[in-house]
């Protein structure tokens, strides 16, 4: 794979991390596309610091890096793009607000800690709304989506497209994890799990009979190693890239949320683009959003027999068990339909039967 690698490690800690990262192993992912198009005219150059939370070998990393050279390339090297991974600037809330300040001109957020800023992103919270990848990605590609993204006008942040976090599953060191018993304890006490700071999160968890903890991302792993939580809920590839393995005995593949990324600048930023460059910045935003989707995909399985071969036991929760975990998450839909808006689910659900049905 061709890129220029231009992100820049400050952190000690990040950089241990990448290293342990760099030497394992890594999926044979696909390239990116041809980078396609004329050289843009020449609207001065423009330097711009991006902060992701994941780690250089994640999809999120690899897709911005596509981002980055898109633009290098058809600027003839007028926009350069600098990537920090590994929340070494903050975490997704800290970032936004930088935005807001214009003292960072881009982020890669997960939706769920925007729903600050656009009430609606909120619907890709609710447990179970999106079956498969495929649904998911026809809603994010849908007006209903692009509604979503205008909604940060004037908000301080452009956002420009949706990608993928991926689906949400529970990894944790106390038990495994194959039914909503499990997590509430019974006759042991109820897991205490980290969610990012979201209230439909939190109310997942707590009617599942958790105790749900809102921390920062940058936090967890220490709070695992020192069991500060019991355990957390990502996508496979992030707990691998993460070397969350090393302190999670188990896992459990619930798929209950999910996630999407937002590719997110500075409104500050954009509004310092010629418009020709701002028009260049949307087209390769989408670009790289649908590779990263591509990465995402082939990431997924291979991260999960990753996990399992590094001692992870992961249990596959078959037709029933995942029946019954959205049997006793009912009263959060109880809970946050009126909230959310019902016709805006009911337009989400309708695309997903659409897709389906195909």
Do not use: C
């Amino acid at each position: 794979m061709t890129a220029i690698w231009r992100s820049t490690l400050t952190l000690a800690g990040a950089a241990t991390l990448t290293l342990g990262i760099a030497q394992a192993q890594t999926p044979d992912l696909s390239d990116p596309p041809a980078i396609e198009g004329d050289v843009v005219a020449d609207h001065g150059s423009h330097t711009i610091r991006m902060g992701i939370g994941l780690a250089e070998t994640s999809p999120q990393y690899l897709s911005s890096q596509y981002f980055a050279d898109i633009l290098d390339q058809r600027t003839d090297g007028r926009i350069i793009v600098n990537i920090f991974p590994n929340s070494q600037l903050g975490d997704d809330v800290q970032m936004m607000e930088m935005l807001q300040t214009g003292t960072l001109d881009m982020t890669y957020p997960s939706t769920s800690p925007a729903t600050t800023y656009v009430e609606e992103l909120a619907v890709f919270d609710l447990p179970f709304l999106l079956p498969t990848r495929e649904a998911a990605v026809a809603v994010m590609q849908s007006d209903v989506a692009q509604s979503m993204l205008d909604g940060f006008d004037d908000t301080g942040i452009k956002a420009l497209a949706f990608s993928e976090n991926g689906y949400r599953q529970l990894s944790n060191s106390a038990r495994p994890v194959e039914s909503p018993e499990d997590v509430a304890g019974l006759d042991v006490r109820g897991l205490t799990v980290r969610t990012m700071e979201n209230p439909v999160h939190l109310s997942i968890w707590e009617t599942l009979g958790a105790n749900p903890t809102p921390m920062a991302f940058g936090e967890l792993f220490s709070a695992m190693e020192q069991g500060v939580v019991d355990g957390q809920e990502n996508p496979w590839s992030t707990i691998l890239t993460s070397n969350f393995h090393e302190v999670q005995d188990y896992g459990s593949e619930t798929r209950h949320v999910y996630t999407p990324f937002i590719l997110m600048m500075s409104e500050r930023t954009w509004d310092g683009l010629a418009p020709e460059y701002q028009e260049l910045v949307q087209e390769a935003a989408r670009q790289s959003a649908e590779y990263e989707i591509q990465l995402a995909t082939e990431y997924d399985d291979w991260s999960r027999e990753q996990l399992e071969e590094r001692g992870m036991q992961i249990t596959r929760l078959d037709d029933e068990q995942i029946a019954a975990f959205q049997e006793a998450v009912q009263p959060v839909y109880d809970e946050w339909a009126p909230r959310i808006g019902e016709d805006l689910i009911a337009e989400i659900q309708a695309i997903v039967e659409e897709t389906t049905n195909d």
